[in-house]
């Protein structure tokens, strides 16, 4: 069975950093895209990084996290990190990896270019 499960998240202070983790089971690892994404209530889901390791591992990001966070792989685990540094307020939101066969890049996917989502952790940032 398929499953994504976030970790990691939490508190921080504007400025300090956080290492989110998807730890992921019941699939093939390297044929699938992994994404992370994040959510306020009341807004769309937004993608914000996603790497494609059903291809050249391959990164992209979100304007609005590029050169803060970085999504890197480890392929021995079946885990997928997000680290972020430098927080910011509006950072704040619910965190989810996501799995799917899709092909990324150049653009981000859309959220429903995914099938297999984990649960999704709170970030939250104060100033």
């Known amino acids: 069975e398929v499953q994504l499960v976030e970790s990691g998240g939490g508190f921080a202070q504007a400025g300090k950093s956080l290492r989110l983790s998807c730890t992921t089971s019941?699939?093939?690892?390297?044929?699938?895209?992994i994404g992370w994404f994040r959510q306020v209530p009341g807004k769309e889901r937004e993608a914000i990084a996603c790497?494609?390791?059903?291809?050249?591992?391959?990164?992209y990001y979100a304007n609005s996290v590029k050169d803060r966070f970085t999504i890197s792989s480890d392929n021995a685990k079946n885990m997928v990190h997000l680290q972020m540094n430098s927080l910011k307020p509006e950072d704040t939101a619910v965190y989810y990896c996501?799995?799917?066969?899709?092909?990324?890049?150049?653009?981000?996917?859309?959220?429903?270019?995914?099938?297999?989502w984990g649960q999704g952790i709170q970030v939250t940032v104060s100033s």
């Open positions: 019941g699939f093939t690892f390297d044929e699938f895209t």
């Open positions: 790497i494609s390791n059903n291809d050249d591992y391959s990164t």
């Open positions: 996501a799995a799917d066969r899709i092909t990324a890049g150049p653009n981000l996917p859309f959220a429903w270019e995914y099938v297999y």
